[in-house]
């Protein structure tokens, strides 16, 4: 399995999974069940997604940080880079699929979370069988991309509302 191949594969099981979160969202924050059980990723409520414009602009931002993240990782041919990007997801689907759990009920993105989860955990079993890595690295790098994006998910809900106003503005 190839650094790109590895790189591809986990760009594009993201972008599954936030397809999902995409195209629900709304709707679940809608429901009775957001507001009966709110649950970490929508306790912000319309705040933090006050479209599914936004929802999407906020995640292709994701999406780009991400991209910029494996073009770096597959030019300086650093594999545990990647890695430690799929480990931080998996943390992040692992979270979705407590949440879910704990509310009895599938909330947005949680049934792509249990399926792009075991894939995930597939495609790095795969890549270490064949090319074995540094764990320090990989511990450095998830422990990088815990915070890059965590850091950037805090930031893109703060600036939601003046995204709303960029969106809903911009060809006026």
């Not at 949440?99 to 049934?111: E, W």
């Not at 939601?160 to 809903?168: D, H, S």
Request: proline fraction near 5%; hydrophobic fraction near 55%; aromatic fraction near 14%.
């Amino acid at each position: 399995m190839s650094i790109s191949f590895l790189a591809f594969t986990a760009i594009s099981l993201f972008m599954i999974h936030e397809f999902d979160e995409i195209i629900f969202i709304r709707s679940w924050l809608k429901s009775e069940k957001s507001r009966s059980r709110p649950n970490l990723w929508t306790r912000g409520g319309s705040k933090s997604y006050p479209s599914t414009a936004v929802i999407a602009f906020e995640i292709a931002e994701e999406f780009t940080l991400i991209f910029l993240l494996c073009l770096l990782g597959i030019w300086l041919n650093l594999p545990g880079l990647l890695a430690g990007f799929i480990i931080a997801n998996i943390i992040h689907l692992a979270s979705h699929i407590t949440d879910s759990l704990r509310a009895k009920f599938f909330t947005p993105g949680s049934p792509t979370a249990l399926i792009t989860f075991i894939l995930n955990l597939t495609l790095l079993f795969k890549f270490f069988q064949a090319h074995p890595q540094p764990w320090g690295m990989i511990a450095f790098s998830s422990l990088i991309s815990l915070i890059v994006f965590g850091v950037n998910l805090l930031l893109i809900h703060r600036l939601a509302k003046p995204l709303e106003y960029f969106v809903e503005n911009i060809y006026q």
